[in-house]
C-alpha cells in the first residue's frame, strides 16, 4: 500500500539523525506525503500520551525513527495505537530493534511505499492496575531527574470497563518489558509473583522485569535472563538482585499472565514501562502483566538475521580452545534449491543477500 503519511520521531542530539530527517522530509515533499515530526521531548513541550501524539501527527500509517532503540521504542508505541507500520533507521551501536542504514532511508520508503518491504510483527505486552498509576508530585523531580519531562499517568482503556476483581486495563503497550523497582537503595521491593493467577513466590528484590521475547535482549539479559527468539511469543519473567535461593527466570507461556502485588510491608516501587516510568505503586498496589492483541508491525527491507545480529552486538567471541579449528564453516546454505523437509524453516538469508 502507498505511504499516505509519516510521523518522524528524531534523536534530536545526534547530527546523523538529523541529517536523516532532511533526507525523509525531502522523499516526502517529492512524492507529496506530509510529514509530521512527533514526540521530539523538547524541554519546553508538554510529553503527551501515545494516542495523543498519534491524532497529533494526523494518525501516520508509516513511523519513521531515526535513532537507536530507545528512539525506536518511543515510535513504536505511537504506531502500536494506530496499526502503523515502524521503520527503524540504525542510528544507534548496541540495539537490536532497528535495522535499516541510514544509507538506505530512501530504498526503504520506496519499498513500503511500493508495497514490496517485508513487514515483521513483535509481540507486545498490556496492563491491567488495581488502581491508576501516578507518580507522586514530590518524588517526579527525583525520579526524572536526567530523563527530561515524564510522560503523562496511563489511563484506562477507553473501550474497556473494570471488572470486579480484575483490575483496570491501563491504555499502554510495551515492545521489551514492564518493569518494577525499589525506589529507595537501602529498601528492596517485596512482590508477591503470580503466575496464571497463582502464587509463584514471594520475593524480595531490586526490581522484577517482565519482558517480550523481543525485551530478552534488554533489562531482563542485563539481569541474567535469557535470550529468546523475538519471532516467538512468550511472556518472560526476570528478578533482579533477589535476595532468595530461586532467582531464575521463569518463561511463560503467551496466555500465561504475571501479575506482581507490592506486599504490606515492601517500600513503594517505581513502575516503568519500555525504559519510561510511569508511576509509583504503594503497599498492596498490584498490576497484571500479559500478552496484549496489538503488535508492533516492523518494516524489513530483508528476512531478519537476528543471530547473526546477537553476535555482532554483544561481540560474541569463540572459545579459544576453538581457535586450532578455524573459522567454523557455514551451515545450511540455502544458495540452492531448499529440500521439501526444511522449507518451512527460517535458514540463513542466500549469500548474496547477507
Same mark, same amino acid.
Given at each position: 500500500?502507498?505511504?499516505?503519511?509519516?510521523?518522524?520521531?528524531?534523536?534530536?542530539?545526534?547530527?546523523?539523525?538529523?541529517?536523516?530527517?532532511?533526507?525523509?522530509?525531502?522523499?516526502?515533499?517529492?512524492?507529496?506525503?506530509?510529514?509530521?515530526?512527533?514526540?521530539?521531548?523538547?524541554?519546553?513541550?508538554?510529553?503527551? *500520551?501515545? !494516542?495523543?501524539? @498519534?491524532?497529533?501527527?494526523? &494518525?501516520?500509517?508509516? $513511523?519513521? /525513527?531515526?535513532? %537507536?532503540?530507545?528512539?525506536?521504542?518511543?515510535?513504536?508505541?505511537?504506531?502500536?495505537?494506530?496499526?502503523?507500520?515502524?521503520?527503524?533507521?540504525?542510528?544507534?551501536?548496541?540495539?537490536?530493534?532497528?535495522?535499516?542504514?541510514?544509507?538506505?532511508?530512501?530504498?526503504?520508503?520506496?519499498?513500503?511505499?511500493?508495497?514490496?518491504?517485508?513487514?515483521?510483527?513483535?509481540?507486545?505486552?498490556?496492563?491491567?492496575?488495581?488502581?491508576?498509576?501516578?507518580?507522586?508530585?514530590?518524588?517526579?523531580?527525583?525520579?526524572?531527574?536526567?530523563?527530561?519531562?515524564?510522560?503523562?499517568?496511563?489511563?484506562?482503556?477507553?473501550?474497556?470497563?473494570?471488572?470486579?476483581?480484575?483490575?483496570?486495563?491501563?491504555?499502554?503497550?510495551?515492545?521489551?518489558?514492564?518493569?518494577?523497582?525499589?525506589?529507595?537503595?537501602?529498601?528492596?521491593?517485596?512482590?508477591?509473583?503470580?503466575? *496464571?493467577? !497463582?502464587?509463584? @513466590?514471594?520475593?524480595?528484590? &531490586?526490581?522484577?522485569? $517482565?519482558? /517480550?521475547?523481543? %525485551?530478552?535482549?534488554?533489562?531482563?539479559?542485563?539481569?541474567?535472563?535469557?535470550?529468546?527468539?523475538?519471532?516467538?511469543?512468550?511472556?518472560?519473567?526476570?528478578?533482579?538482585?533477589?535476595?532468595?535461593?530461586?532467582?531464575?527466570?521463569?518463561?511463560?507461556?503467551?496466555?500465561?499472565?504475571?501479575?506482581?502485588?507490592?506486599?504490606?510491608?515492601?517500600?513503594?516501587?517505581?513502575?516503568?514501562?519500555?525504559?519510561?516510568?510511569?508511576?509509583?505503586?504503594?503497599?498492596?498496589?498490584?498490576?497484571?502483566?500479559?500478552?496484549?492483541?496489538?503488535?508492533?508491525?516492523?518494516?524489513?527491507?530483508?528476512?531478519?538475521?537476528?543471530?547473526?545480529?546477537?553476535?555482532?552486538?554483544?561481540?560474541?567471541?569463540?572459545?579459544?580452545?576453538?581457535?586450532?579449528?578455524?573459522?567454523?564453516?557455514?551451515?545450511?546454505?540455502?544458495?540452492?534449491?531448499?529440500?521439501?523437509?526444511?522449507?518451512?524453516?527460517?535458514?540463513?538469508?542466500?549469500?548474496?543477500?547477507?
Amino acid at each position: 500500500m502507498p505511504v499516505h503519511r509519516v510521523g518522524l520521531v528524531v534523536h534530536q542530539g545526534r547530527d546523523a539523525a538529523r541529517d536523516a530527517a532532511s533526507v525523509v522530509h525531502t522523499w516526502c515533499e517529492a512524492h507529496e506525503v506530509p510529514c509530521t515530526e512527533v514526540d521530539v521531548w523538547s524541554a519546553d513541550q508538554h510529553r503527551r *500520551s501515545a !494516542r495523543e501524539e @498519534a491524532r497529533a501527527a494526523g &494518525d501516520p500509517d508509516l $513511523v519513521v /525513527t531515526l535513532g %537507536g532503540d530507545g528512539t525506536f521504542l518511543r515510535g513504536a508505541r505511537i504506531a502500536v495505537k494506530t496499526g502503523a507500520t515502524v521503520l527503524g533507521v540504525d542510528l544507534g551501536k548496541v540495539g537490536f530493534l532497528t535495522e535499516v542504514p541510514a544509507c538506505d532511508i530512501t530504498t526503504a520508503l520506496d519499498a513500503v511505499d511500493a508495497g514490496h518491504a517485508p513487514v515483521e510483527e513483535r509481540m507486545t505486552l498490556t496492563v491491567r492496575a488495581s488502581r491508576l498509576p501516578e507518580v507522586p508530585a514530590e518524588l517526579e523531580s527525583l525520579l526524572c531527574y536526567g530523563r527530561g519531562p515524564a510522560l503523562p499517568p496511563p489511563q484506562a482503556r477507553p473501550e474497556s470497563t473494570a471488572g470486579d476483581g480484575w483490575g483496570l486495563p491501563l491504555d499502554v503497550n510495551a515492545l521489551n518489558d514492564v518493569v518494577v523497582e525499589k525506589l529507595a537503595r537501602d529498601h528492596q521491593v517485596s512482590v508477591g509473583v503470580y503466575i *496464571s493467577g !497463582r502464587l509463584l @513466590a514471594a520475593y524480595s528484590a &531490586d526490581g522484577l522485569v $517482565v519482558a /517480550t521475547p523481543t %525485551g530478552s535482549t534488554a533489562y531482563s539479559f542485563a539481569a541474567g535472563g535469557p535470550v529468546l527468539s523475538p519471532h516467538m511469543d512468550a511472556v518472560v519473567f526476570t528478578p533482579i538482585a533477589a535476595h532468595m535461593t530461586f532467582n531464575r527466570t521463569v518463561v511463560a507461556a503467551p496466555d500465561e499472565p504475571v501479575a506482581l502485588r507490592i506486599l504490606p510491608h515492601s517500600g513503594r516501587a517505581a513502575v516503568s514501562i519500555d525504559g519510561q516510568l510511569r508511576g509509583v505503586l504503594d503497599p498492596g498496589d498490584w498490576i497484571g502483566v500479559y500478552r496484549a492483541p496489538q503488535r508492533v508491525r516492523l518494516v524489513r527491507l530483508q528476512p531478519t538475521d537476528f543471530y547473526a545480529r546477537l553476535r555482532d552486538r554483544f561481540r560474541l567471541t569463540d572459545a579459544p580452545a576453538t581457535a586450532t579449528d578455524g573459522e567454523s564453516a557455514p551451515f545450511f546454505r540455502p544458495d540452492s534449491c531448499v529440500p521439501p523437509d526444511l522449507a518451512d524453516l527460517r535458514l540463513p538469508p542466500p549469500t548474496a543477500a547477507r
